[in-house]
């Protein structure tokens, strides 16, 4: 099993950022998809979620009406689409699989500096 973010980078306040989750080594379209994001020090939060089906989506409250989640079953693939990014958004961004299982990304740095 596999999942591998991409995407994470260096942006400024404002800016954009789409991040990519490609899944391998299991049935994806079966599994919701997660993106969770952690800073040093912190736990790992939830930052938004959404269906096996695409049907269903949630979002943390901060990053509501900024971020959209996405998935592409045909390509085993979730997409975090960032926009108005904000400082702190900072933090390393990890992909979710969940099902009967659970499987974790390595996760991609996103760094929203001034």
């Known amino acids: 099993v596999h999942l591998v973010e991409s995407g994470g980078g260096l942006v400024q306040p404002g800016g954009s950022l789409r991040l990519s989750c490609e899944a391998s080594g299991f049935t994806f379209s079966t599994y919701a998809m997660s993106w969770f994001r952690q800073v040093p020090g912190k736990e790992r939060e939830l930052v938004a979620a959404?269906?096996?089906?695409?049907?269903?989506?949630n979002y943390q409250g901060s990053v509501k009406g900024r971020f959209t989640i996405s998935r592409d079953n045909a390509k085993n693939t979730v997409y975090l689409r960032m926009n108005s990014l904000l400082p702190e958004d900072t933090g390393v961004y990890y992909c979710?699989?969940?099902?009967?299982?659970?499987?974790w990304g390595q996760g991609t740095q996103v760094t929203v500096y001034s």
């Open positions: 979710k699989a969940t099902a009967a299982r659970e499987y």
């Open positions: 959404i269906s096996s089906s695409s049907r269903t989506t």
